[in-house]
């Protein structure tokens, strides 16, 4: 095997073992239960892909489309799970453009990757790219327990390479919706020893904004 092989290799066996540390550290599963179990998914922020490919096992009726700004990793997202059910782009999560209104659309640990400056950018391009009647999961971390706080900020630091995060606690992100053209339907902490997760739910305000133009 040459030492493009070994590359090749070793980053299979590398995207291996994060997947299997990503299902266990981020409760997935408590997601998918959210998800409709037909239409179209899209996750922002798709990483290697992973969230797509155990969302499109648990629940294979969906259609579902990852968009990721780095390049390397939708190279290895394409490789290791697209199929006629699961698609991947490159993107830039402040600027979406979206070809089709989705059913469902995820931002799993996303936001805190994403200057604050730019978290209503992200949260424009949501809503642009919803369905009328479609629904937004945002999971990420909160800034408390402080403990919680620092240990995801140094693992982000280990996975990343990278000192800089924008965390947002619920609280905060809660308000950002609401001032984005959503209605909130649920926000909730996912118990963790190690973790502060959590997740809001919400939809578009019918009555207070227009798709066009959300404040």
């Known amino acids: 095997m040459g030492e493009e092989g070994v590359k090749v290799k070793f980053t299979r ?13 981020c409760p997935f599963d408590r997601l998918i239960d959210k998800i409709p179990e037909h239409g179209y998914h899209l996750d922002l922020g798709c990483g290697y892909g992973i969230f797509c490919s155990f969302l499109s096992e648990k629940k294979p009726n969906i ?22 059910h699961i698609h991947f782009f490159t993107g830039d999560a402040t600027a979406i453009k979206a070809t089709k209104e989705y059913d469902s659309i995820t931002c799993i640990d996303l936001l805190h990757h994403i200057p604050s ?5 992200v949260l424009r391009g949501v809503y642009s790219s919803l369905k009328d009647d479609g629904i937004v999961i945002i999971k990420d971390m909160d800034k408390q327990p402080f403990l919680k706080y620092l240990w995801n900020y140094i693992h982000d630091i280990v996975m990343t390479r990278s000192v800089h995060m924008y965390y947002i606690s619920k609280q905060e ?9 959503f209605v ?25 904004h227009s798709k066009e133009e959300p404040s």
Do not use: W
């Not at 066996?13 to 550290?25: E, H, L, N, P, W």
């Not at 400056?117 to 950018?121: K, V």
């Open 63 to 84: 259609d579902i489309t990852g968009i990721e700004l780095d390049e390397k990793k939708i190279a290895i997202a394409h490789e290791n799970y697209a199929n006629k």
């Open 184 to 208: 909130l339907v649920e926000a909730q902490d996912i118990p963790n020893v190690l973790y502060a997760h959590y997740y809001i739910i919400c939809k578009k305000d019918q009555h207070g």
């Open 117 to 121: 400056n730019y978290h209503e950018d």
């Open 173 to 181: 992100l809660v308000r950002l919706v609401e001032k984005s053209g």
């Open 13 to 25: 066996i590398k995207t291996q073992i994060f997947a299997s540390m990503r299902k266990i550290i």
